[in-house]
């Protein structure tokens, strides 16, 4: 069964920093767009950045402060996160969806559960 897995959340002091992973198993996503998504509360989810054929897009809400990576060898992507601010508090996701899937999140087609990050003011 295919399956994305997000890791790495937490509590983090404004102005740090974090990292988190997406890895998947059960099948190769090599060839997927993989996307980070995330969803504060009481607000709709919101695009933050994608890597598609080794090309990084980026929201812009959080560009300049992120960056996105890819470990073949460990089917897993990264999303480091940078200069943290509090409104980056959220659930943040990961995505893998076909080659057209970018900002939008109704083309992923398989999504993680979901890992917290509470950035502290």
């Known amino acids: 069964q295919a399956q994305l897995v997000e890791s790495g959340g937490g509590l983090v002091p404004a102005g740090g920093s974090t990292r988190l992973s997406c890895t998947s198993s059960?099948?190769?996503?090599?060839?997927?767009?993989i996307g980070w998504f995330r969803q504060a509360p009481g607000k709709e989810r919101e695009f933050v950045g994608a890597?598609?054929?080794?090309?990084?897009y980026y929201g812009d809400s959080v560009k300049g402060r992120i960056t996105i990576s890819r470990d073949s060898d460990k089917n897993t992507v990264y999303l480091q996160m940078n200069n943290l601010k509090p409104e980056d508090t959220a659930v943040y996701y990961c995505?893998?969806?076909?080659?057209?899937?970018?900002?939008?999140?109704?083309?992923?087609?398989?999504w993680g559960q979901g890992t917290q990050v509470f950035v502290s003011s």
């Open positions: 059960g099948r190769t996503f090599s060839t997927y767009v």
């Open positions: 890597m598609s054929g080794g090309v990084s």
């Open positions: 995505a893998a969806g076909g080659p057209y899937a970018l900002s939008s999140d109704s083309a992923y087609e398989y």
